[in-house]
């Protein structure tokens, strides 16, 4: 066991954890932010997108030793109070079905955002693509990012 | 089912004679973890103490040298996409790390975990192939360095000895005048393990090829370089009848198997088509 300081969505966290244990698994049961989900478990879903020191990675994928002193946002650190206009240009467009993949295709737009002022579809579509849905057909999903243009 | 926590370790690592240190111990570098951590959740990773080596400056960044390029082990697929240099003199690393994954796999996975790997299916090892790289190995005997060539010794066999790291890799950006190609044939455009690759890189002077080098990957145990399609290409004019020839002695250069992803047939003809689809860019 290690002690490991995150900083998460801004607050400090200290946690007493495996340092192999997965970030994903830090964040869901110490810090209990159950908005970042798991689906694959070997990156190739997207579910468990967090932003960590200002780049998309993978949760699942992230040893928590390598998380420590590193700031890290989640779909809760999206929010401020009321909803991003992001999450709301999901729900308008119907962005979001079932919601399992929601948190992380609103994390890799937020990180896609974040890189390009105003992206092509193009450029949406790519990034994105490290993100499963087998609800929406992705449509919705492009035309939510579209929506909130340079926005997030 | 995923590995048992109790059975590993993973410990920091903040200089390089640290890092000696444990792999003397028989600890096991951990980079990127994009290769680590899906083996931990097949539960295949071997148990053991693994050590952090992200944070070892001595294996980071891409340098820019006189006259050459130095790629830091720890060089993720997005640092590689977004230099400006390996952009203009190497495109086609460019064009196999934005095919690595998606972003967030980019964002994580190194180079030099790419290479240790020796996977046939890597992306990086036919580019480094074609532009004649060397790599540099690091002890704590000191630093060691070979032609890429060499490094690759059969499936998933390398060159590199228990006590060493990968250091960087070089390249020397001579190839200006060349037409650079790259192909990955997969399943899906984002993720996909390929089931066949090519980097080639030529120079033509009225359509009469005066250097051409090509490697595969997927297709043979370790990435190939195609030395008899390259042989008998040298000093030709493309005409169609070349073209059908060097697709006829291609089968002499790989040798493609059936695995899970894909038949050692299917993988002979794609490979055969992308390396027409080269020839007929360029001529
Ligand atoms: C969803 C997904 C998609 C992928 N798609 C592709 C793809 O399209 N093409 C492709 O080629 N790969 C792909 N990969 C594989 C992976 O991203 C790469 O092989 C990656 O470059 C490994 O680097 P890493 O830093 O993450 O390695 P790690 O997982 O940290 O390490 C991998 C191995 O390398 C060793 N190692 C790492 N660094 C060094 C060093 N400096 N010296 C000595 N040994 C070292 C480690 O001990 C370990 O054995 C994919 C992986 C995932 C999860
Ligand atoms: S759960 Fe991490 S990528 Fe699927
Ligand atoms: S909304 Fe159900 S998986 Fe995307």
Redesign the pocket.
């Known amino acids: 066991m290690k002690k490991l300081k995150l900083l998460v969505n801004s607050k400090t966290f200290t946690v007493d954890c495996h340092p192999f244990a997965r970030l994903l698994d830090v964040l869901r049961e110490e810090l209990k932010l159950t908005g970042t989900k798991e689906g694959c478990g ?3 879903c997207g579910a468990c997108s967090v932003i960590m020191d200002g780049k998309l990675v993978n949760s699942c ?1 992230v040893p928590a030793l390598q998380a420590h002193n590193k700031k890290i946002l989640t779909v809760e650190g999206l929010s401020n109070k009321s909803m991003s206009p992001l999450q709301k240009a999901f729900i308008q467009c119907g962005g979001a079905q079932c919601g399992i993949c929601t948190p992380g295709m609103l994390i890799a737009a937020h990180a896609m955002k974040t890189r390009k002022k105003n992206p092509s579809k193009e450029d949406i579509r790519e990034g994105l693509s490290g993100n499963l849905c087998r609800c929406t057909g992705y449509s919705q999903i492009i035309e939510s990012v579209q929506k909130c243009g340079g926005r997030s | 089912m995923r590995g048992y926590l109790p059975d590993y370790d993973l410990s920091s690592t903040e200089n390089l004679t640290e890092a000696f240190g444990k792999l003397a111990e028989g600890e ?11 083996l931990m959740d097949a539960g295949v990773l071997p148990a053991g103490r693994y050590f952090d ?1 992200s944070k070892l400056k001595e ?1 980071g960044g891409i340098k820019v040298l006189k006259d050459q390029v130095s790629l830091g ?1 720890l060089a993720t697929y997005s640092d590689v996409r977004n230099h400006k240099t390996i952009q203009k003199h190497f495109p086609i690393l460019v064009e196999s790390a934005k ?3 998606a972003i967030a ?1 980019q964002n ?7 290479i ?2 020796a ?1 046939p ?4 090892p036919p580019c480094l192939l074609v532009y004649e790289a060397k790599i540099n190995l690091i002890s704590s005997s000191g630093l060691r360095t070979l032609d890429y060539t060499q490094f690759h010794l059969g499936y998933k066999k390398s060159e ?1 000895r228990p006590d060493e ?2 250091q960087s890799v070089l390249l020397e950006p001579r190839f200006l005048d060349y037409h650079h190609f790259w192909r990955k044939v997969g399943s899906r455009q984002a ?4 089931k066949t690759m090519v980097a080639a890189i030529a120079k033509v002077n009225r359509r009469k090829i005066e250097d051409i080098k090509i490697a595969f990957g997927s297709v043979a145990p370790t990435a190939v370089r195609c030395r008899k399609v390259e042989s008998f290409l040298l000093g030709k004019k493309l005409t169609s009848e070349v073209i059908l020839e060097a697709k006829n002695i291609l089968t002499k250069d790989i040798q493609p198997i059936d695995d899970i992803r894909s038949t050692g047939k299917y993988r002979l003809i794609a490979s055969q088509n992308v390396l027409e689809e080269f020839l007929c860019g360029i001529g």
């Open positions: 070997e990156g190739e994928l | 096991k570098p951990f980079a990127g973890g994009t290769d680590i951590m899906v080596i294996l082990a095919e690595v994954g796999i994580r996975g190194t180079v030099g975990g790419n240790a790997n996977s299916a890597a992306d990086f590199i790291l990968i993720q996909a393990i390929s």
